[in-house]
């Protein structure tokens, strides 16, 4: 197998001393390797198979389940610290959950390592969280026009108020007057254009992208919000 540029999502032990590996790949998406020995005291792969440090990974085998054959490090691994490093595993968790296994999704790749490498840079992680995920759902084949009502075909209107219809769009709110289930055109313009700055644009990004990926996320319990509510927690004493 050609070697891939790799990062690791998941982990978990598998028999006495192997790993299954869950890895993004660049050329071929989500793929799961068995990691034979890794879990054992005398293995260097161990340390190597972490999360948000870039790898370069081949493998074998013909059935479903393949073997880790070589892995080399491409870079060091990403400083990632607190409200960074849950931002980073929330990625992490889309992925893991929302992928389907081996499908190439190129472009969701290069945004994945560019955002790790913004999280890494110590600025705000909302701008970042919220571009992935309106990318992840462009890749999935779930991604909405932001620009047209979907039920008129006419253009969105910048001052005034719409609803979101899952796997549907946006369509003019009766009375078009706010709401805490509209959204103001100018802030759907603003998604659409990728230009998220504001907090008010961010907020509504927010909470477009809760709507969207909970059907596809359903009840899955997501480690890294939790994380998030903790570190809230802690700070607020």
């Known amino acids: 197998m050609e070697r891939q540029l790799a990062f690791v999502l998941h982990t978990r032990p598998y028999r ?41 990974v081949s493998w074998r085998g013909k059935g479903e389940l393949k073997s880790l054959e070589q892995l080399e490090v491409e870079g060091p691994p990403l400083q990632l610290r607190e409200v ?56 999935l084949g779930y991604g909405i026009d932001f620009t047209l009502d979907a039920l008129s075909g006419l253009p969105i209107e910048p ?15 009766p009375g078009s007057v706010p709401g805490a289930d509209r959204f103001e055109g100018r802030h759907l313009l603003a998604m659409g254009d990728g230009r998220l700055s504001s907090a008010d644009e961010l907020q509504a990004a927010k909470r477009f992208c809760r709507q969207a990926l909970k059907p596809y996320l359903g009840n899955r319990p997501l480690k890294s919000r939790e994380l998030f509510q903790h570190l809230s927690a802690r700070k607020m004493q």
């Open 16 to 56: 006495e001393t192997s790993q299954l590996v869950e890895l993004f790949c660049a050329g071929v998406g989500r793929q799961t390797l068995v990691a034979r020995g890794s879990r054992s005291a005398r293995s260097p792969l161990k340390a190597l198979l972490q999360p948000f440090t870039p790898l370069s």
């Open 84 to 139: 960074s490093l849950y931002s980073a595993l929330y990625l992490n968790e889309l992925l893991y959950y929302l992928l389907e296994r081996q499908t190439a999704y190129p472009e969701l790749f290069d945004y994945y390592r560019q955002a790790l490498q913004l999280l890494s840079s110590d600025g705000s992680p909302e701008p970042v969280l919220r571009q992935f995920e309106l990318l992840l759902l462009e890749a």
């Open 159 to 173: 001052q005034r108020y719409y609803l979101y219809r899952a796997e549907y769009g946006f369509v003019l709110a």
